[in-house]
């Protein structure tokens, strides 16, 4: 008997098949409720339990890691930028409301002794 290659090298029949390549396997990415976004979440217990952060270093999401480090030098350093900003009027923001807080206190105390 004749050997006959199933590669057929040469030989033209009909249209010619195109294999797809096998599909990519997708990387197990966390399923994000967007819903779940949207609703109320708790903060870490920092005054009851004092060493929470110590306990239990914060961490990043990978998803998040990937954002940070796509981004390129003068988009960090914008970010930078403005989150610190939002930081300072956040303290200074605390630092009055406290100040002003202790000051109608004080207030009510010398209402209260006339």
């Given at each position: 008997g004749r050997l006959v290659s199933s590669s057929q090298a040469g030989v033209q029949s009909g249209s010619p098949v195109v294999r797809q390549p096998p599909p990519?396997?997708?990387?197990e990415e966390p399923v994000i409720d967007v819903d779940a976004l949207e609703k109320l979440y708790p903060l870490p217990r920092c005054f009851?339990?004092?060493?929470?952060?110590?306990?239990?270093?914060p961490m990043v999401a990978d998803m998040e890691k990937a954002v940070i480090l796509d981004m390129g030098p003068a988009s960090r350093q914008e970010e930078l930028?403005?989150?610190?900003?939002?930081?300072?009027?956040?303290?200074?923001?605390?630092?009055?409301?406290?100040?002003?807080?202790?000051?109608?206190?004080?207030?009510?105390?010398?209402?209260?002794?006339?």
């Open positions: 990519k396997r997708q990387r009851s339990s004092r060493d929470f952060m110590e306990k239990r270093p930028a403005r989150d610190a900003a939002a930081m300072i009027r956040l303290l200074e923001m605390a630092l009055v409301l406290n100040d002003e807080q202790g000051s109608s206190t004080r207030d009510m105390e010398k209402l209260k002794t006339r």
